[in-house]
């Protein structure tokens, strides 16, 4: 009905070789709708881009860890004891810096931890990640372990 009223509107004011080129085009009533349906998507899509983002970073800590471990076990054969394992057997941080990686160890038991730093600093599910000596796996956020761990 509208397009009818505006092709007869400009059938009367434009000659014939200007209505080709007034009827082309959009309408800003069609801009709009098709803005606000890109807002929706936009709104809808990007807490789920940025969840896997921080999902995918989780590997960092874990590959992190498991690495690290496997370090603070050699040390412990080569000197008997956990206790002289520092950061400086591996590394300060995860190999894509999104951990900051520290130890506790004692003679016989150390604990490893991978605190998140930078854009990871986000993730509340599964916040700081940690491994003992008998492998035990454990998170410091809301989530459970075995979803962070994965």
Do not use: K
């Given at each position: 009905?509208?397009?009818?009223?505006?092709?007869?509107?400009?059938?009367?004011?434009l000659?014939?070789?200007?209505?080709?080129?007034s009827?082309?085009?959009?309408?800003?009533?069609?801009?709009?709708?098709?803005?606000?349906?890109?807002?929706?998507?936009?709104?809808?899509?990007?807490?789920?881009?940025?969840?896997?983002?921080?999902?995918?970073?989780?590997?960092?800590?874990?590959?992190?860890?498991?690495?690290?471990?496997?370090?603070?076990?050699?040390?412990?054969?080569?000197?008997?004891?956990?206790?002289?394992?520092?950061?400086?057997?591996?590394?300060?941080?995860?190999?894509?810096?999104?951990?900051?990686?520290?130890?506790?160890?004692?003679?016989?038991?150390?604990?490893?931890?991978?605190?998140?730093?930078?854009?990871q600093?986000?993730?509340?599910?599964?916040?700081?990640?940690?491994?003992?000596?008998?492998?035990?796996?454990?998170?410091?956020?809301?989530?459970?372990?075995?979803?962070?761990?994965?």
């Amino acid at each position: 009905m509208v397009t009818a009223f505006r092709r007869m509107a400009v059938e009367t004011i434009l000659p014939a070789a200007d209505r080709r080129l007034s009827v082309s085009g959009f309408t800003l009533i069609e801009m709009v709708v098709a803005l606000a349906i890109v807002a929706i998507l936009v709104v809808v899509a990007l807490p789920s881009y940025e969840e896997q983002l921080l999902q995918g970073r989780r590997s960092d800590a874990t590959t992190a860890l498991v690495t690290f471990a496997q370090r603070v076990e050699r040390h412990f054969l080569e000197s008997g004891s956990y206790s002289g394992a520092t950061t400086t057997i591996y590394r300060d941080n995860s190999d894509r810096g999104y951990y900051t990686l520290s130890i506790t160890a004692t003679d016989n038991s150390y604990q490893l931890q991978a605190s998140p730093t930078g854009a990871q600093l986000q993730d509340l599910r599964c916040n700081s990640f940690t491994l003992n000596e008998r492998g035990e796996r454990g998170i410091t956020g809301s989530a459970s372990g075995a979803e962070c761990w994965q």
